[in-house]
């Protein structure tokens, strides 16, 4: 019984080092930024330089950050959405296995357009008020300067 | 009350669980020191630029020693000894008067007809012109050496010995007065002061990177270009130069902005040329502008000719690679995208990015090149690539046919005994058809750098060649 309970405590012992180490790591790679809604954090690991000097040039710049129009404004869907780029993008930056120039996927071009209409919902209450499939409608297929300054 | 062997049993299985946990634990201990270093590995190198092993200086030829400093940038550099091809071009030297023998005929007469290669990538630049029977089999002169070998030091040490001393003040006096010396010697004395192509040097200034321009003749040319009227809008230090007053010398190292530097550094020896006088000074022909008839304007005027068709005895102009010329008319210009932009986009290394010394063709690399600025699928930009390329092919094959028309009429006239000097009308024409579809044909891009661009020059060749079919009929007819 002895030598079992001494296992016990050894194995608590490391759960503990790697919990702390896991904290460790989680301070040091800033992991706390990742849940505030500071547009630095999204230029901690460097991809998105480019895309966050550009929004400091974009008209949006004195309007909106990142999360105003990446991210659902609902608490539970923001979070999720969040812990899915998170994951994504960790796992791309440390595996560096990701496409560049890194383009916005499907769902997150919905959501930058529910962010659109959010805003300026009584300016194009008569655009999006017609009955029928909305899908199409894209804002930044014609203002795609408004939030990262000119490309094309 | 259990048995001892049911108490063995538990006791095994409660280690094995004890093992297991063990393993675990100790597995996900090193998975996150792992992740540690790697998060540390990254934010050092974002903050790392570059280490400072060698000390460079202007004389510092060997890119290898550049290498020992910008290990990222070289291990690019080196990488443009690959061979690839594209649909229409690429860096594989096969014969281009074997791929489409119009050309023979279309150079008859010129060195071109023997051989005209395609070029390979700029690792090749020097051995394969010490290859090309142009050189083997027809006397040419040190001024091809300009662009085809890093040279400043030679064109120093010529200026030195031509009596140009080392003062600082001097220092760009000496260069001109050896570039000078150089052009006119035969081309094999010549090759004996250089052993490297391009090189870092003839693009950065070796003590502080920046980019720069170093070689005569675009130095002579742009500040040329910089007193014409032509508009440049898409070179918007010269515009400003030109608005202030044109005081003193256009001097792009001074004046242009860096983005302005990443094309210039490419026109050093993207251009059409010529090589002026008995001096055989190297030229580049923008005394009236870039257009390819401001430059056969040019060209009409000091009375230049490259060679003498064999069967029209036209006075006829060769375009070289008047890449930096059709690119200043097309669209990327205008928008400010630089050669470097796409033949040397950034690529990222882990947290640093550099721009890729790998040059070549974007269609290549349209991930990086493309995809940046255009947000569509790699292969929608490849064929929106191709729809250009295609129609510039199909339209150039046009004009060469009808080039090659009006050839027939002018020799088939000849032989008739109609005079050569009655068919001069036909030869200004051929003049002009010929220049205008090489220099869509010289110019490496099949239309991509000016589709619109291009398109006229083709239509222009093509309508030249029957006026010139034309001018043929009529001195038939003439009594």
């Given amino acids: ?152 | 009350m259990t048995t001892p062997v049911v108490n063995a049993k538990h006791a095994r299985g409660r280690w094995i669980a004890y093992c297991a946990a063990f393993g675990i634990f100790a597995a996900a201990g090193v998975g996150v020191a792992m992740l540690v270093a790697n998060i540390s590995e990254r934010k050092h190198e974002a903050k790392s630029a570059g280490f400072k092993l060698v000390e460079l200086t202007e004389d510092t030829i060997d890119p290898a020693e550049w290498g020992k400093n910008f290990p990222r940038q070289y291990d690019s550099y080196k990488r443009t000894v690959d061979i690839e091809r594209t649909r229409h071009g690429g860096s594989d030297a096969f014969q281009k008067i074997d791929d489409d023998p119009r050309w023979r005929r279309i150079f008859a007469g010129y060195a071109f007809a023997v051989d005209y290669r395609e070029e390979r990538g700029h690792a090749y630049m020097l051995s394969d012109q010490d290859m090309t029977e142009r050189v083997t089999k027809f006397a040419q002169p040190g001024a091809c050496l300009h662009c085809h070998s890093s040279i400043l030091p030679a064109y120093r040490e010529a200026g030195r010995q031509a009596g140009i001393t080392d003062e600082p003040a001097r220092a760009q006096e000496q260069i001109m007065k050896g570039f000078e010396v150089v052009c006119a010697m035969p081309y094999a004395e010549a090759r004996k002061l250089v052993d490297h192509p391009v090189s870092c040097v003839d693009c950065h200034d070796p003590n502080s990177m920046q980019l720069r321009v170093t070689r005569p003749g675009f130095l002579n040319g742009i500040s040329q270009l910089a007193k014409s009227d032509a508009t440049l809008a898409h070179l918007p230090s010269i515009e400003r130069w030109r608005k202030e007053g044109r005081r003193g010398e256009y001097a792009p190292n001074a004046m242009a902005s860096r983005q302005e530097m990443r094309s210039f550094v490419c026109a050093q020896c993207h251009v059409e040329y010529y090589f002026k006088g008995p001096g055989k000074l190297l030229t580049y022909p923008w005394h009236r502008g870039l257009k390819a008839e401001q430059i056969e304007a040019y060209y009409d005027d000091v009375g230049h000719k490259d060679w003498v068709h064999a069967e029209s005895q036209t006075p006829a102009l060769k375009a070289q690679h008047p890449e930096f010329e059709m690119w200043s008319q097309g669209i990327h210009a205008r928008s400010g995208v630089a050669c470097a932009d796409c033949h040397m986009p950034y690529i990222r290394e882990g947290a640093i990015k550099i721009s890729d010394h790998h040059v070549r063709s974007p269609l290549l690399n349209v991930a990086r090149s493309c995809q940046v600025c255009h947000r569509y699928a790699e292969e929608e930009i490849q064929a929106r690539a191709a729809a250009i390329q295609d129609r510039t092919k199909s339209m150039m094959d046009r004009a060469e046919s009808a080039l090659l028309d009006l050839l027939t009429a002018m020799s088939s006239a000849m032989e008739q005994g109609v005079a050569t000097e009655s068919l001069a009308s036909a030869q200004h024409m051929h003049r002009k058809a010929q220049w205008r579809l090489d220099f869509v044909a010289a110019e490496n891009s099949m239309g991509f750098h000016a589709p619109q661009e291009t398109a006229r020059l083709l239509a222009e060749s093509i309508d030249y060649s029957r006026q010139g079919f034309a001018e043929v009929a009529r001195a038939r007819a003439a009594p």
């Fill in chain 1, 1 to 152: 019984m002895a030598i079992a309970s001494g296992a016990a405590f050894g194995l608590v012992a490391l759960a503990g080092v790697v919990t702390g180490l896991s904290g460790y790591a989680f301070h040091y790679a800033k992991g706390t930024s990742y849940l505030s809604n500071d547009p630095r954090a999204c230029i901690n690991c460097h991809i998105m330089r480019e895309e966050f000097d550009g929004w400091e040039k974009g008209s949006h710049h004195a309007h909106a950050t990142c999360n105003d129009c990446h991210v659902p404004q609902a608490f539970f869907s923001k979070y999720f959405v969040k812990l899915e780029h998170g994951y994504r993008h960790s796992k791309g930056f440390t595996f560096q296995d990701f496409h560049e120039p890194i383009m916005i996927k499907p769902s997150s071009d919905r959501v930058v357009q529910q962010n659109c209409v959010r805003c300026h919902a009584s300016l194009v209450g008569e655009i999006t008020g017609h009955a029928g499939n909305n899908e199409s409608l894209r804002c930044i297929h014609c203002h795609d300067h408004v939030g990262h300054g000119a490309t094309r």
